[in-house]
């Protein structure tokens, strides 16, 4: 799930090249890598409520 689309659930998808892209397409992420970190410094920052999905990602 992408870490900065908050108001709904919105998947990401990794694309043939290698870039990860939020389903409507307002963010992405040059790598896997990048994106992880972005999850888990969102994760950080919201705290008691993300839990579920960063685990089940
Ligand atoms: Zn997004
Ligand atoms: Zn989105």
Same mark, same amino acid.
């Given at each position: 799930? &992408?870490?900065? &689309?908050? +108001? @709904?659930?919105? @998947?990401? /998808?990794?694309?043939? +090249?290698?870039?990860? /892209?939020?389903? &409507?397409?307002?963010?992405?992420?040059?790598?896997?890598?990048?994106?992880?970190?972005? &999850?888990? @410094?969102a994760?950080?920052?919201?705290? @008691? $409520?993300?839990? $579920?999905? $960063?685990?089940?990602?």
């Amino acid at each position: 799930m &992408c870490p900065n &689309c908050r +108001d @709904k659930l919105c @998947k990401v /998808v990794e694309q043939p +090249d290698g870039r990860l /892209v939020c389903e &409507c397409g307002r963010h992405s992420w040059p790598n896997a890598a990048v994106y992880g970190e972005a &999850c888990r @410094k969102a994760s950080l920052t919201v705290g @008691k $409520t993300v839990h $579920t999905w $960063t685990q089940s990602f």
